[in-house]
Nanobody, 126 residues
Framework: VQLQASGGGLVQPGGSLKLSCAAS????????MGWFRQAPGKEREFVAG????????YYADSVKGRFTISRDDAKNTVYVQMNSLKPEDTAVYYC????????????????????WGQGTLVTVSS
């Protein structure tokens, strides 16, 4: 499956952005989906995940209450709505798809994901 992330950009602290990740070449509904990010000089970290079927969601503690992940299987797209953005949210954001693992529960480690998008840069700065 190929993943194409979009929606990144420059936003002021406290602002909002919505990232999208469009999938092609696979059966989107059969994948658990996740968002990860990598800030300059730091390791890639889990942001949010959403499972197959009933759409169970997980969030990193750092984004809980501010970010919302969702999926539209009819559009083969996963989203992350990011509100109350902080400078520390600045990073390249990657979407990922997992073909295995728990059926309903999305993984929170990058090795649990098989396919990765190219990343989209989010910069939070005044």
């Amino acid at each position: 499956v190929q993943l194409q992330a979009s929606g990144g950009g420059l936003v002021q602290p406290g602002g909002s952005l919505k990232l999208s990740c469009a999938a092609s070449g696979g059966t989107f509904s059969s994948y658990n989906m996740g968002w990860f990010r990598q800030a300059p000089g730091k390791e890639r970290e889990f942001v949010a995940g959403i499972g197959r079927g009933i759409g169970i969601t997980y969030y990193a503690d750092s984004v809980k209450g501010r970010f919302t992940i969702s999926r539209d299987d009819a559009k083969n797209t996963v989203y992350v709505q990011m509100n109350s953005l902080k400078p520390e949210d600045t990073a390249v954001y990657y979407c990922a798809a997992a073909s295995g693992g728990s059926y309903y529960y999305p993984g929170r480690k990058d090795f649990e994901y098989d396919y990765w998008g190219q990343g989209t840069l989010v910069t939070v700065s005044s």
